[in-house]
């Protein structure tokens, strides 16, 4: 009996995925174990390997799909002993639209119910409403002629042949592969060229409006569109749940940190050299504000905590996330167990799990979940600023640029360097109190960064 080898779920929070690669083809035997595809999540690109042995007799999901469903069939495979061609012969009978995951899958939802020829005329003119997209994308989803075959069109073309009764069997495409854009609907049947501008002042753009009432403050020739990935969605989606749903207020913080910075020389000065000559480490202002945040969790175990409708989770370690930047996004790989670790081996650790996290590699369980995170944008000179909690954390320390200041010390007025550290806290886990009590203590290890050493 054919085997359904399906997108698998590779982390807790997972719906979708991306296709990028096969590394079979129809007809290739398998074995338990076998990487046979690679899937891109919002945050790494990951192998997938074979359970069963056999032989891949139908590849259903094409490689460099995107949005595809977890649990979605993306391949059959037949059992050892079992025809190749039958086993294919019988998932082709299946419904294709439970996998029909294209770019605009968004709109693909409203429309799987039309894969199928429709059972009566009737039936056949029924409109399928499409969700507003902005972009065309590579692929399509299907609309169903009334014959039953399917056009190929991009979600913004389907929309404006809608709103002016553009009939799609008519229209050409002039897209990859004869599918319809935008540019083959426009001029039909009295479809505007551009979207319609209102006289004299108008309202700004609001994040709540359609993307065709933000499209019309534009000019079509002055933009150009970029579609969201997986990743952009994401980071939407998480950041404006948690602007919305978490009770955040703020704190702020000035250290000083000319004492730090001399101890980082002299740790840097008697770092071994390794087989190539080359300092075994090198420690950054970054690992000793992880590691102070780290400690400063141990020292406020109050404060090391998670939220949940029935309980506080009480973190027994410092799991510290650190935001790094990649190409147009952001993931936090986490350093786990900080409190415990030296400033060489975070300093080692960071280096490793940032390189990764800029490859698209890293696995889920190494930026998933932490009790905190940090942020830091002092290396772009910004002085101070705040931060979005990432839940499930229920904090994020955001780090400003290290500035020669005047500070008074004994009666005297003395320059120092002071950097600008601002905390946000969820204020269901976190009360005022206690994040006062772990900003201080953050600060003392900062401005006393001997204590991190012993």
Same mark, same amino acid.
């Given at each position: ?8 779920a590779l982390s807790p929070t997972m719906e979708e995925g991306n296709l990028a690669k096969w590394h079979v083809k129809e007809g290739d035997s398998v074995e338990a174990g076998d990487v046979i595809a690679e899937i891109e999540t919002d945050k790494a690109t990951m192998e997938v390997e074979a359970v069963d042995e056999g032989t891949i007799a139908r590849i259903v999901v094409s490689e460099g799909t995107e949005a595809v469903k977890v649990n ?9 002993? !079992?025809? /190749? ?11 294709a639209a439970d996998n029909d995951t294209a770019d605009d899958s968004q709109d693909n939802k409203a429309e799987k119910a039309s894969n199928k020829p429709a059972a009566d005329s009737a039936s056949a003119k029924k409109e399928v409403p499409a969700k507003d997209q902005l972009a065309d994308t590579p692929k399509a989803g299907p609309a169903p002629k009334k014959d039953g075959e399917r056009i190929f069109a991009s979600p913004l073309a389907r ?18 592969? =004869? ?44 933009? !150009? ?12 989606? +998480? ?36 087989? &190539? ?9 970054? &690992? ?40 147009? =996004? ?6 786990? !167990? ?17 390189? +990764? ?60 360097? /002071? ?6 806290? &969820?204020? +269901? /886990? ?25």
């Amino acid at each position: 009996m054919p085997i359904e080898i399906t997108m698998p779920a590779l982390s807790p929070t997972m719906e979708e995925g991306n296709l990028a690669k096969w590394h079979v083809k129809e007809g290739d035997s398998v074995e338990a174990g076998d990487v046979i595809a690679e899937i891109e999540t919002d945050k790494a690109t990951m192998e997938v390997e074979a359970v069963d042995e056999g032989t891949i007799a139908r590849i259903v999901v094409s490689e460099g799909t995107e949005a595809v469903k977890v649990n979605a069939v993306i391949a059959i495979l037949a059992e050892e002993g !079992e025809d /190749v061609s039958d086993a294919a012969g019988q998932s082709a009978g299946k419904d294709a639209a439970d996998n029909d995951t294209a770019d605009d899958s968004q709109d693909n939802k409203a429309e799987k119910a039309s894969n199928k020829p429709a059972a009566d005329s009737a039936s056949a003119k029924k409109e399928v409403p499409a969700k507003d997209q902005l972009a065309d994308t590579p692929k399509a989803g299907p609309a169903p002629k009334k014959d039953g075959e399917r056009i190929f069109a991009s979600p913004l073309a389907r929309r404006i042949a809608k709103q002016n009764g553009v009939d799609l069997t008519s229209v050409s495409g002039s897209g990859p592969h =004869g599918r319809i854009v935008k540019a083959d609907v426009e001029g039909q049947s009295g479809a505007p060229k551009t979207a319609a501008k209102q006289d004299g002042a108008s309202p700004m753009p609001t994040p709540g409006m359609s993307d065709d009432k933000v499209l019309a403050f534009f000019e079509e020739d002055r933009y !150009e569109l970029k579609p969201h990935n997986n990743m952009r969605r994401t980071i939407a989606s +998480r950041l404006t749940e948690s602007s919305q749903s978490i009770p955040a207020y703020y704190l702020s913080m000035d250290c000083e940190l000319d004492v730090l910075l001399r101890l980082r020389a002299d740790i840097n000065d008697a770092a071994p050299l390794g087989e &190539d000559e080359k300092s075994a480490y090198k420690v950054s202002v970054n &690992d000793f504000i992880i590691k102070a945040m780290a400690m400063a969790l141990r020292d406020v175990p109050m404060a090391n905590a998670s939220w949940t409708s029935e309980a506080r989770i009480l973190h027994k370690h410092s799991d510290v996330g650190v935001a790094v930047a990649i190409e147009d =996004g952001l993931i936090t790989p986490i350093i786990r !167990e900080a409190e415990g670790k030296t400033l060489s081996a975070i300093s080692l650790e960071m280096k490793d799990l940032a390189a +990764r996290a800029r490859e698209m590699k890293l696995k889920p369980h190494e930026y998933q979940g932490g009790s905190t995170a940090v942020s830091n944008l002092g290396m772009f000179g910004v002085s101070n600023f705040t931060s979005i909690i990432n839940p499930p954390q229920a904090s994020i320390v955001s780090i400003g640029a290290g500035e020669k200041k005047p500070v008074v010390r004994d009666g005297e007025l003395v320059a120092a360097t /002071v950097m600008t550290a601002t905390f946000a806290f &969820d204020h +269901r /886990v976190i009360d005022g109190a206690v994040g006062a009590e772990l900003a201080g203590a953050f600060k003392n290890y900062i401005q006393k960064p001997m204590g991190m050493l012993v």
